[in-house]
């Protein structure tokens, strides 16, 4: 089975697990609304990769090149080469021995799709056994959708996007 097949296979409801933890954030003021948005788009991810057995958070025990580094920082995953940061990760996953690098949006790309043919370069230098990398973001429109699908088709199999929206289909086909 297909990671994304997986995945879809067993979907909590982005909505409701927003509004549930919104309540836990209700004295924040608007200036922190992007940040904390993020944050439980983020947390919901990692609920919802946590549900399978198969799926396996690495933490400590990821298997990169010698010539780089990381260090985990707050749950993200920074990457050093020559003790330079490189990028950053959301989170990292391992399934059927590959490793899949993962950033979570919470409503745009915001000029990650720039970055995109750099941090594939890099991923592909310090993984040995990579898969591709998952991006979940809310779909919310069938443009996004269709631009999702563009970018896809532009990198043939080494970046994917997850529908978090519970609104729009979640396959891309």
Wanted: aromatic share 18%; no cysteine.
């Amino acid at each position: 089975m297909t990671l994304e097949k997986l995945l879809y296979s067993s979907k909590p409801n982005y909505i409701k697990f927003v509004k549930k933890e919104k309540k836990r954030y209700k004295f924040f003021n608007k200036g922190q609304f992007l940040e904390i948005k993020g944050k439980i788009a983020e947390k919901y991810v990692n609920y919802w990769l946590k549900n399978f057995s198969n799926i396996k958070f690495p933490k400590n025990n990821i298997e990169i090149n010698s010539s780089y580094s990381y260090n985990l920082k707050n749950n993200n995953y920074l990457f050093y080469k020559n003790n330079n940061l490189i990028f950053e990760l959301d989170n990292l996953i391992i399934y059927n021995k590959k490793y899949y690098p993962i950033e979570v949006k919470s409503g745009k790309l915001n000029g990650f799709s720039k970055k995109i043919p750099k941090i594939i370069k890099n991923v592909k230098n310090i993984f040995d056994n990579f898969g591709y990398m998952l991006v979940f973001i809310p779909f919310r429109t069938y443009d996004k959708k269709k631009q999702f699908k563009n970018i896809e088709k532009n990198y043939k199999n080494k970046i994917k996007f997850i529908n978090l929206d519970d609104k729009i289909k979640n396959n891309l086909k």
